[in-house]
């Protein structure tokens, strides 16, 4: 098994790769238009954030799996992977607490404005007048878009700094916002105009893309700090900017569009200009605690896969098909019995969508579910119950 590393990763998970018996091609400084031409023979290729486009996919041979080592997944080509059969997996909540701790981070300083403190005492100037003027979090309402791994992780630091939290995401019931502790809004809408902060950990998908408005961000009330350590996608950024730019609230980012693919490129973006927006360099899971949990998990998918073939944290795995029916067959435990019945299947034009064969205790016998797209004719069926020396019932029930 031969595995291509095009991202960064800690030299012990290197090793612990190694040690699984597997090769191992490190080449963390592959740019994505490379990918295509360096993929070659690899069954499985990991990356961070580097994207994975169609056309590498396309000209990998052998590859059957790739491991994004980070939690989205928005950077791999789902529809290319798909048509291949290619599982795609990812390491998701590892890096949780090291992104709510710099929204904290970015929180605490716009509040105290540390970077202009620093800059000024660097540069021999003393103004405690000036920064001594800070509003202070104690007291406030934080309103959390969110409440996945991270958005959790951040909601027990603002508890712990005295906040009054209020939750949106989509499957946020007030049961749930009673169990955390948190108040609970049906809306973003509802949320917005009732808090002194935001801070928005969303997952980068089609329902989210730009999900926060511009007439939500109008209702903001004057000088809300508005936090996005997610996906600069899910939120109108021509409107933020502009209601940044007017000054209305104070903004502090981790993500921003054109963000280079290089990790020292020049770049330019005009929120991240402004004076009351702290921007940083999408540095969110960038802790050594997080990358190195981080490796853990992708060690441990290569090593299943290696030694079971089954995949940890499979993320494309269809999670509706279009199986109407399920057959379940209580049979005898010898060769030839399924193949038996895919056979029938077969002959009806019946696709089987999943399937799965569990053996009793004593290996006599087993019981095999399958989901299927259609219903088999009678005819079928009676074929199938008519092996009485292969079967023992077959059971039809409809999805």
Not at 25 to 50: G, W
Not at 62 to 83: E, F, P, T, W
Not at 250 to 259: I, K, N, P, T
Not at 328 to 356: C, M, T, Y
Request: include cysteine; charged fraction near 25%.
């Amino acid at each position: 098994m031969k595995i291509l590393l095009a991202d960064t990763l800690p030299e012990k998970s290197i090793a612990h790769l190694q040690a699984l018996g597997v090769e191992v091609v490190n080449t963390p400084k592959l740019k994505a238009e490379e990918l295509a031409s360096a993929i070659d023979d690899a069954d499985i290729l990991v990356v961070r954030s580097t994207e994975v486009d169609a056309d590498c996919i396309s000209m990998a041979k052998n590859l059957s799996l790739i491991i994004r080592a980070g939690a989205g997944v928005n950077n791999i080509d789902m529809k290319a992977a798909n048509a291949r059969g290619i599982y795609v997996s990812n390491c998701p909540g590892k890096n949780s607490i090291a992104v709510a701790e710099l929204a904290m981070g970015l929180l605490l300083a716009l509040d105290r404005r540390i970077p202009e403190n620093v800059i000024d005492l660097q540069k021999g100037k003393w103004n405690k007048s000036e920064y001594s003027k800070a509003e202070g979090l104690f007291g406030k309402t934080v309103g959390v878009i969110g409440a996945g791994q991270i958005g959790k992780e951040f909601i027990k630091r603002a508890k712990a700094f005295g906040m009054d939290v209020v939750v949106w995401s989509r499957s946020m019931t007030k049961e749930k916002a009673d169990t955390l502790g948190v108040k609970f809004a049906a809306t973003i809408e509802e949320l917005m105009p009732q808090c002194d902060i935001v801070s928005v950990h969303l997952a980068l998908k089609p329902e989210t893309k730009k999900i926060i408005t511009k007439d939500m961000i109008a209702m903001l009330r004057p000088r809300t700090i508005f936090l996005n350590t997610s996906r600069w996608e899910v939120v109108d950024e021509p409107a933020l900017f502009e209601a940044a730019k007017a000054g209305n609230i104070r903004v502090g980012a981790d993500v921003f569009s054109g963000e280079p693919e290089d990790k020292t490129s020049p770049f330019t973006n005009g929120l991240a200009t402004l004076q009351n927006v702290y921007g940083t360099h999408h540095i969110g899971a960038s802790t050594e605690q997080a990358q190195n949990a981080i490796a853990e998990e992708m060690v441990a998918i290569v090593k299943q896969y290696k030694e079971r073939g089954t995949v940890k944290n499979w993320v494309n795995k269809a999670k509706v098909t279009a199986a109407k029916y399920q057959l379940v067959v209580r049979h005898f435990d010898k060769p030839g019995v399924l193949a038996n019945v895919f056979n029938d299947l077969k002959s009806a034009e019946i696709n089987i969508q999943e399937v799965e064969n569990l053996i009793f205790e004593g290996t006599q016998t087993a019981c095999c579910t399958l989901k299927l797209d259609a219903q088999p004719p009678e005819r079928t069926l009676q074929s199938i119950s008519a092996r009485t020396d292969e079967v023992i019932q077959a059971q039809l029930v409809p999805l």
